[in-house]
């Protein structure tokens, strides 16, 4: 934990997106084609697809983008055609190093930032696993020094992109002249599985692929950053006890075989509230909420029990609209909307909460302030009590 006044920041932020769009209706409607053997699988798929609040999103894969019976994804295929494991994992090899480097990137330019001064590198992913590692290639597609301090952050699931952000944290509290960035890549669609089965449908129906980076470091170092930083405070991380098999992502023959129960969102509303207390107790309930959008069950849980306004869960919302859940990646996400929406208002000083979840369940939640980057001055970070 740091102090109230601590001025650690996330100075920079970056996203990335592949090339080809997923249209959520037109995806739905070629998965009901590949279940037409399944009806009960496709009128269940057909549902989820429309109701999961996920309007398009973004993949790496071309062949998911084919008619059904093209599709080497979806069940119409035959066995032999289906993408493998190591088939995957290569294709994650290939596409995942262009993402990230596009939005490592562009966080180093948002903060303003060079490449030279970055003392501390996290990678982040849980959808793909190569040695050498992402850290590697990074440092040297980057220009970073040799010598980074290099911490990668492997199959910890959606929560691990903010648990990064608390490990960046806390590595600048201690050494105040550190520069960090962190560096998520996911590329879930690789792991779409040519299934029937209702949990492999619900997977297929909001997850998508995305890159999302940022720069944090000591505010009160800094010359400018043009957009804003989000200032760092408290932060708290939880695993809920027996709860470990609600969230599952196991390693099979056709990629990751992945697990999500539908009593998540009703565990949230029932164990979360007493760990969001115990953090905003001192300032009580704050003005921005950067959820992780888990699925639309979750955004909607915690907005019915803070009583959140439509402008505050639209980030959330609008990120599960656009692009789906893209795990680790997608907090850095919903941050960079957040900001957005709050340089358009010319809006001040404003304390918030950021929450994330993933398999255990795990709950990672820190404190942030919102810094417009007009009032980086002494008078205004003390307005900003995270």
Not at 112 to 126: Q, W
Not at 220 to 240: C, I, K, P, Q, Y
Not at 256 to 269: A, H, V
Not at 315 to 323: A, D, E, G, K, Q
């Amino acid at each position: 934990m740091i102090q109230a006044n601590s001025s650690v920041a996330i100075l920079g932020i970056g996203t990335a997106v592949p090339a080809f769009k997923l249209e959520q209706a037109h995806t739905s409607q070629r998965i009901t084609e590949a279940l037409q053997d399944y009806p009960d699988s496709a009128r269940w798929a057909k549902r989820i697809f429309k109701q999961c609040g996920v309007e398009t999103r973004y993949t790496c894969e071309p062949n998911l983008l084919e008619p059904a019976d093209r599709c080497r994804y979806f069940l119409q295929a035959p066995s032999e055609q289906w993408p493998s494991t190591a088939e995957r994992m290569e294709t994650y090899k290939r596409e995942s190093v262009p993402l990230a480097l596009a939005a490592a990137r562009k966080a180093l330019d948002d903060a303003n930032v060079p490449a030279s001064d970055i003392t501390h590198l996290i990678t982040v992913s849980c959808t793909g696993q190569f040695l050498p590692g992402m850290d590697t290639i990074l440092v040297s597609r980057l220009g970073l020094a040799a010598t980074v301090n290099r911490l990668p952050l492997n199959f910890l699931g959606c929560a691990a992109g903010l648990r990064g952000i608390s490990l960046s944290k806390q590595i600048i509290a201690n050494h105040a002249a550190a520069k960090v960035l962190m560096v998520c890549v996911e590329l879930c669609t690789l792991h779409i599985q040519p299934s029937s089965e209702r949990e492999a449908l619900f997977g297929a129906s909001f997850f998508g692929d995305g890159a999302s980076a940022c720069v944090s470091g000591s505010l009160e170092h800094e010359r400018s950053a043009a957009n804003g930083a989000f200032r760092l405070g408290a932060d708290r991380s939880v695993l809920l006890s027996d709860c470990a098999d609600e969230m599952v992502w196991e390693v099979g023959n056709f990629g990751f075989d992945l697990y999500l129960s539908p009593n998540i969102p009703r565990l949230i509303g029932r164990y979360i509230p007493e760990q969001i207390e115990q953090l905003i107790s001192e300032h009580g309930k704050p003005e921005l909420w950067a959820i992780h959008p888990g699925g639309k069950g979750i955004i909607d849980t915690l907005a019915e029990l803070y009583g959140l306004s439509e402008e505050q869960s639209r980030p959330s919302r609008t990120v599960l609209r656009n692009y789906g859940n893209m795990s680790s990646a997608t907090i850095l996400f919903v941050l960079s909307e957040m900001r957005q929406g709050l340089m358009e208002r010319d809006a001040g000083p404003s304390n918030g909460l950021a929450l994330a979840f993933g398999p255990g369940l795990t709950c990672e939640m820190i404190q942030f302030g919102y810094v417009p980057s007009n009032q980086r001055r002494e008078a205004q970070l003390n307005e900003i009590h995270v």
